[in-house]
């Protein structure tokens, strides 16, 4: 059973930076595609970014793109998303998954993992 635990959310204010941060419970961490969603209160959950198991595909929302950047280091079975320029629109719930395999989509229903939810506040 792959566990999932996401850390280093908080309140902060606009302009402001956070680094969330993934844990993996598998020691084969390094096989999995790990990804970055985000809901807010009443609205769907949203695509942050995700990066395959080797690196080589990164992708991050239109939304976030020059802001938030991710990462992985397969040797401590942790992902993380760094947070910079935070705005108001930025707060949500924000949520690791993870799936097997090389491909990295944008769709929450093709991840078969995911953490509890850290809470990001961002106020103006």
């Known amino acids: 059973q792959v566990q999932l635990a996401e850390s280093g959310g908080g309140l902060v204010q606009a302009g402001a930076s956070l680094r969330l941060s993934c844990t993996c419970s598998?020691?084969?961490?390094?096989?999995?595609?790990m990804a970055w969603f985000r809901q807010a209160p009443g609205k769907e959950r949203e695509f942050v970014a995700t990066?395959?198991?080797?690196?080589?595909?990164?992708n991050h929302a239109d939304s976030v793109k020059g802001r938030f950047t991710m990462s992985r280091d397969n040797a401590k079975n942790t992902s993380y998303l760094q947070m910079n320029s935070l705005k108001p629109e930025d707060t949500a719930v924000y949520y690791c998954?993870?799936?097997?395999?090389?491909?990295?989509?944008?769709?929450?229903?093709?991840?078969?993992?995911w953490g509890q939810g850290t809470q990001v506040t961002v106020s103006s």
């Open positions: 998954a993870a799936k097997r395999g090389t491909a990295a989509p944008m769709n929450p229903w093709q991840y078969d993992y």
């Open positions: 598998q020691q084969t961490f390094n096989i999995y595609t």
């Open positions: 990066m395959s198991w080797t690196g080589g595909i990164i």
